[in-house]
């Protein structure tokens, strides 16, 4: 019973400290940890857009589209439309969410795709933040363009041994790219 | 003297993964490519070391029944430690070893060091044998990982700046696919017991594997008597 008891305080012990450590170091990274992260979105913002003259980051446009709200941050140049970015999500990859940032600029073609935060496989489906996968997209035309892997009949031509992984970023593209055409007039402005 | 001799055993004689075939997990899971391997290793590495440190100290206040749920909770404790600091401070370095850093605590190398070593030799010797153990550690997945990239991306790629290309030879993608983990780990395994038997043969003995590495001294199950 005696011992029960002691082995009973030791374990008490040992979580209490390790509980109160962990709250300790929680406290001090949770602000530098969500900074990091606002940075890292802001920065992805400013890497698929086109050159511009405000802070497309607070220049936000919201549609509503079938009950889910998209966020169009939006670049001016001298006061005239730049180009959109906004942020798209798939279910459907390999390892989890799949979230990216695409860009696409005034002449209707998209300007480029960055990867915001993914868990597929490493050394296969991680090669979606890859250059030659994510480089593919930037350039190419919003309606001239088949949005699907060139496994599924499209333009997009998937990592090998990584389809999964390619058709659910194409998917998460092409969503987004769906609801800014449907809703140009109101991102753009004109 | 016994020192280094705690934290050289680890690099050859006792490497965790040739010789102590430990952490097998990750070790297959990750090292696709050099980098990851690396990633891996260095993350495991400072764990080690830590949960060395801790459980040397307390060796002697922590009750033998009891004593792995509390060698489970340092070592969760220091995994989270270091996934909160380096998500916060470290930021770039998270985002390519984010996806390692969960998988250290089913690291069976750290709970298996902590058991056999630091639970039982005072702190600075276990220290030696975390340094060691996790050099050793790495150095075996980077081997892995190595031949892996090699023989299935045809390239060997270093944080994105270092590249090294086989020209003229058609990627194997098998050998990234977790099949190849196994076949490469058990080449490697028999290219390395070749090795020590051809070394032992010059020196006119027989080679054997150390004795406390195998089931002839363990006493867990009868097979052990």
Known sequence: MMESLRLVVVLTIICSVA??????????????????????????????????????????????????????????????FAGAAFESVSAQGYGGDIAIMVGVNAEGTVQGVQVLAHKETPGLGAWISGDKFRGQFAGRSIADTKWAVTKDGGNI?????????????????????????????????? | MAFYKELAKGLWKENPIFRLVLGMCPALAVTTSVENSLGMGMAATFVLICSNIVI????????????????????????????????????ELHNSLGLFIPLIVVNC?????????????????????????????????????ATREILGAGSI????????????Y???????????????????????NHLQAIAAKRKGTIFTPPAHLDCRSCVMCKFGK
Request: proline fraction near 4%; glycine fraction near 12%; include cysteine.
């Open chain 2, 157 to 168: 790629t270093v944080w994105g700046d270092l590249k090294w290309t086989v020209a003229g």
């Open chain 2, 170 to 192: 058609e990627p194997m993608i098998l050998m990234i696919l977790a099949p190849g983990g196994f076949i490469a780990l058990g080449c490697l395994l028999g290219g390395m």
């Open chain 2, 56 to 91: 040397s100290i307390f060796r002697n206040l922590i009750p033998a029944k009891v004593r792995i749920p509390c060698f489970i909770v340092v070592i969760a404790t220091f995994v989270t430690i270091v996934d909160l600091l380096m998500n916060g401070f470290a930021h």
């Open chain 2, 109 to 145: 190398i750290i709970l298996g060091r902590a058991e056999a070593f630091a639970s039982r030799h005072p702190l600075w010797l276990s220290i030696a044998d975390g340094i060691g153990m996790g050099i050793g550690f790495t150095l075996g997945l980077t081997v892995l990982g």
């Open chain 1, 157 to 190: 031509d998937q990592i090998t041994a990584a389809t999964i992984s390619s058709r659910a970023v194409t998917e998460a593209v092409k969503a987004g790219l769906d609801i800014f055409t449907a809703n140009t007039s109101a991102i753009t402005g004109n």
């Open chain 1, 19 to 80: 509980g109160a450590l962990l709250a300790v170091v929680h406290d001090v990274t949770a602000d530098p940890i969500a900074s990091a992260g606002t940075k890292e979105k802001g920065d992805a913002i400013m890497q698929v857009l086109p050159p511009c003259d405000n802070n497309p980051g607070e220049d936000l446009v919201k549609v509503d589209a079938d009950g889910t709200a998209w966020t169009f941050y939006v670049a001016r140049k001298e006061g005239r």
